[in-house]
């Protein structure tokens, strides 16, 4: 099953406005990290909030975590027509030896940013 | 500049022939791994490698085979393809997680088996 779940799956805004994307999962965390991908193309990080954090900032980009939640948001502030992709959040789960120490990703939320 | 790198970006094969999708990574990354993404499914992980010589399995293994006999490659390698292997495919690298941090993708392999 998924460990991490992106609300909603579309988001359809205007140019300026704020765009903002949620993120859910089950464990526990070391992190938890934000991605982009233009269509067909490879991901690109964009911003990493550890288990202890609450609050990051990263240029328009505002991601918030809730540990007792479990529970993530991304906020892309005044956005631009180039900001539409998909984004992902990937959760990053404390290992034990040996065991694989992936990224587990959502299916993601698809922003459109009409002009 | 840090980058993974994967050949080829598009391929159309016929079902049974052998292939091979190379990457290379030159960020001196011990953690390398391949996913595939389909609509519908988000991201799998394939096979992943914690270090040269070690390999493991992820969560949809079956008809992928891999290598790692140097820390900066990591071939894909579908023994006979079928066509429902036709998906997009990525490899990706990041430091040992006990380090944390980012993981890098290459620009995706788009396989397509007739």
């Known amino acids: 099953s998924q460990q991490g779940e992106e609300d909603p799956q579309a988001l359809s805004i205007q140019e300026g406005e704020n765009a903002t994307m949620n993120c859910s999962y089950k464990?526990?965390?070391?992190?938890l990290q934000w991605y982009r991908q233009n269509s067909g193309r490879g991901l690109v990080h964009l911003i990493l909030?550890?288990?202890?954090?609450r609050e990051k900032h990263s240029g328009r980009l505002r991601v918030t975590l809730d540990t007792s939640k479990k529970s993530s948001s991304l906020l892309i502030t005044a956005s631009r027509a180039a900001d539409t992709a998909s984004y992902f959040c990937?959760?990053?789960?404390?290992?034990?030896?040996?065991?694989?120490?992936?990224?587990?990703f959502g299916k993601g939320t698809l922003l459109t940013v009409n002009p | 500049e840090a980058q993974v790198t994967q050949n080829p970006r598009y391929l159309i094969t016929v079902t049974g022939k052998k292939l091979t999708v190379t990457c290379s990574q030159n960020?001196?990354?011990?953690?390398m791994s391949w996913y595939r993404q389909d609509p519908g499914l988000g991201l799998r992980q394939i096979y992943y490698?914690?270090?040269?010589?070690?390999?493991d399995k992820g969560d949809v293994p079956e008809g992928y085979k891999v290598s790692r006999k140097e820390k900066r490659n990591f071939p894909l390698i579908l023994e006979s393809p079928s066509p429902n292997q036709t998906s997009l495919y990525f490899c990706?690298?990041?430091?040992?997680?006990?380090?944390?941090?980012?993981?890098?993708f290459g620009p995706g392999t788009r396989l397509t088996v007739t």
């Open positions: 909030i550890r288990s202890n954090e």
């Open positions: 464990t526990s965390i070391n992190n």
């Open positions: 990937a959760t990053d789960v404390p290992g034990s030896g040996g065991s694989n120490y992936k990224l587990t």
């Open positions: 490698s914690m270090n040269v010589e070690v390999t």
């Open positions: 960020m001196n990354h011990e953690y």
């Open positions: 990706a690298s990041r430091n040992f997680p006990g380090l944390a941090g980012e993981q890098y």
